[in-house]
């Protein structure tokens, strides 16, 4: 199927011929889609601001490595949506939920820590979810686009700060989100078989703002399977009697995560087919993060179990405190990071360091965990399978 205004030249014929582009700003020499905005969709593993701005601050050492202060991201530095970015030389994403003097010419993050596909159990700061969950954000990003187009045609010093309306249709949708659903099974006294039947559900309600978005004109999809949850810290320390792999993570709280895995897939598949206009990629985080705890020595890594920023115990982690103060034997503590967060894979327990979410984004950015696999820069094009 061809679309009006779709460049086809001949010198990449043979590759992008099978291929259908749904997004039109590609560059004819090497067919790599020029997106030039995104819109994020997730909880902690993407927000890059959204937890700070409205519900919890992250102190110090949080962002000590890249950006040397707190920078409103779970992590000592860099997410893989900032790397995402960086290779499309977009800047880093706003939040949404940052109001204050935020520039959203090319995208905004709507990722909240915390947040769940469904209605969460519980919201912070009392409970443990964010209020943001999936659909909340979804309402959030079908209110920014007209507000920011009637924004844009009034003119004054706000309309720059606002995306073009091409953009829209043009930019990259990314997610990242379900891990909260799991844990909130998983920490709500659910067995693990209650939580692993519930997957069906959870997976629907991702599928219904999929296609609610794509109904707004989004085209191209970039979506995160969830990771090796069993492998975290706050996971395997909270369930101590959780049978262990051969690289100690959890075992059975994997396997949930790779049931929600395979029907994330059978519904992406189904997706592909709803929405024929829409270029879905479907990544497989899980692989790659497992590997690090697999073969850390492969990527520079050591102790891939151990926390940097934690206290106490086997794993450096009793629960998620890194940057408070607590007391030990009546002596008050600050929980620091550990001398070198480059050789760690988690950061706080829950967490990756920016140099594991590094090389999580060197390998799928190749498209080799991908379906179809395409690579991140040709993200824009359907295979019409
Ligand atoms: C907003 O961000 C874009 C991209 O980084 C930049 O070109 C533009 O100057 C910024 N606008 C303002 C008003 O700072
Ligand atoms: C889980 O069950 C334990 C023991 O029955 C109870 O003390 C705890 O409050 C329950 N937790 C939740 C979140 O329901
Ligand atoms: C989860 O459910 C699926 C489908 O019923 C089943 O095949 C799988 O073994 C279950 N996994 C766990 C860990 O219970
Ligand atoms: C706290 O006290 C326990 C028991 O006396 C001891 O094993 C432990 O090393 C102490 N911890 C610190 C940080 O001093
Ligand atoms: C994809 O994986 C294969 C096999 O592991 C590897 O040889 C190849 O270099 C990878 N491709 C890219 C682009 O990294």
Not at 76 to 91: K, N
Not at 151 to 175: D, H, V
Not at 327 to 350: F, H, K, Y
């Amino acid at each position: 199927m061809e679309f009006p205004g779709t460049i086809r030249p001949f010198c990449f014929l043979v590759l992008l011929s099978i291929f259908t582009i749904v997004s039109k700003p590609v560059s004819a020499a090497t067919g790599y889609c020029n997106f030039p905005a995104i819109f994020n969709f997730g909880d902690s593993n993407s927000d890059t601001g959204g937890l700070v701005a409205s519900l919890v601050a992250l102190p110090p050492p949080y962002g000590e490595t890249y950006f040397h202060r707190p920078a409103g991201r779970a992590s000592d530095g860099r997410l893989i949506i900032d790397f995402i970015a960086q290779s499309f030389e977009l800047p880093y994403l706003s939040a949404y939920l940052d109001s204050l003097g935020t520039n959203f010419s090319h995208g905004a993050n709507y990722a909240v820590s915390a947040s769940t596909i469904r209605p969460p159990p519980s919201i912070l700061p009392q409970g443990s979810f964010s209020p943001f969950y999936l659909d909340v954000q979804y309402t959030q990003f079908s209110n920014f686009r007209p507000r920011t187009q009637a924004i844009r045609n009034q003119g004054g010093i706000f309309a720059s700060l606002m995306p073009k309306a091409e953009y829209f249709p043009e930019a990259l949708y990314t997610f990242d989100i379900g891990q909260n659903d799991l844990g909130a099974g998983f920490f709500t006294n659910m067995t693990v078989q209650q939580v692993n039947a519930s997957v069906p559900d959870i997976i629907n309600g991702f599928t219904t703002n999929v296609k609610n978005i794509y109904n707004l004109g989004a085209r191209s999809f970039w979506i995160h399977n969830t990771g090796p949850i069993g492998c975290l810290a706050y996971v395997f320390v909270s369930f101590p009697s959780a049978e262990r792999d051969s690289y100690g993570c959890a075992k059975p709280y994997n396997e949930v995560a790779q049931y929600f895995n395979l029907k994330l897939k059978e519904a992406v598949v189904q997706l592909r087919k709803d929405l024929p206009l829409a270029a879905i990629t479907y990544v497989d985080i899980y692989s790659v993060k497992y590997s690090l705890f697999s073969n850390p020595k492969k990527y520079g890594f050591e102790n891939p179990l151990v926390v940097c920023c934690g206290y106490g115990g086997e794993y450096n982690f009793r629960s998620l405190e890194c940057g408070s103060t607590i007391e030990v034997n009546g002596t008050q503590i600050l929980v620091g990071s550990c001398e070198r967060p480059d050789l760690r894979v988690v950061w706080d327990g829950v967490h990756y360091t920016e140099a594991a979410n590094k090389v999580i984004f060197d390998q799928i950015s190749t498209g080799n965990f991908s379906d179809p696999p395409l690579s991140l820069k040709m993200a824009c094009h359907r295979n019409p399978n």
